[in-house]
């Protein structure tokens, strides 16, 4: 039972905060005994995929020309992937990221890649405490025979 008091604590945490919003609610409301490990696939993937696309920022903004529409493509995506699984803080930071990417203004899309590197891998560290958790969770409701 501690993992549940941890998880729940957790999980207030990261709402209290602003990592997630309403949107992982119901992210997890769709999660079913037909599909068990829902959330967790999808977090998965919004993780690989946000690494991903921060490496491809990165590269981008560090190549002598940048290719802003490139760049405001790579954080569009990011940001349309972190209001689906309600990832506040990724996203509000993609939005302004997104500003600075209009304006071609390499030193804002730099300063905010930094902002938006930290949110994410503060989000994903705390998914992932939260997946192993939950993991613990199960295993004490339902421990193997």
């Not at 690989?48 to 493509?73: H, N, Q, S, T, Y």
């Not at 302004?96 to 899309?109: A, I, M, P």
């Amino acid at each position: 039972m501690a993992a549940a008091m941890q998880l729940n604590t957790l999980m207030s945490n990261m709402f209290a905060t602003g990592l997630l919003d309403d949107q992982f609610q119901q992210l997890q409301m769709l999660q079913d005994p037909s599909a068990p490990d829902f959330v967790a696939e999808v977090v998965t993937l919004f993780c690989e995929d946000g690494e991903r696309i921060i490496g491809e920022l990165a590269k981008l903004l560090d190549k002598p020309a940048v290719d802003f529409d490139k760049v405001d493509a790579f954080v569009h995506q990011l940001k349309g992937s972190s209001a689906s699984v309600g990832a506040q803080r990724v996203k509000n930071t993609c939005i302004q990221f997104r500003e600075y990417c209009q304006g071609k203004s390499r030193d804002g899309c730099l300063k905010t890649l930094d902002a938006v590197r930290n949110d994410f891998y503060d989000l994903r560290s705390k998914f992932q405490t939260m997946l192993q958790l939950e993991q613990q969770v199960q295993a004490s409701f339902y421990p193997k025979q």
